[in-house]
């Protein structure tokens, strides 16, 4: 924990927080992993269309990256 937070370990501290949220997710329930995954997926692809999309596609690619985040959400919260 310590040598997170040293100057020299600025690079590390992105991959660290990364890999503990895998291991954190891995360790419950490995499925959590894949839907871990899914979204992150989703975030960058989103994202990435949103940034150097058309501009008249802007809202549409981050409206529908809002949309199918809250779709997972839903799906796992009240399927049984």
């Known amino acids: 924990l ?4 040293l100057p020299s370990a600025i690079k590390l501290q992105r991959f660290t927080l990364i890999l503990a949220s895998f291991v ?9 992993l894949l839907l871990l ?19 008249l596609n802007r809202k549409y690619f981050a409206a529908l990256g809002v949309v199918l985040n809250l779709g997972v959400l839903a799906f796992f919260k009240y399927s049984p």
């Open 24 to 32: 954190f997710y891995a360790s419950n329930q490995p499925a959590l």
């Open 37 to 55: 995954l899914f979204s992150i997926a989703i975030n960058i692809t989103t994202s990435y269309f949103v940034r150097v999309g058309a501009p």
């Open 2 to 5: 310590l040598l997170f937070y």
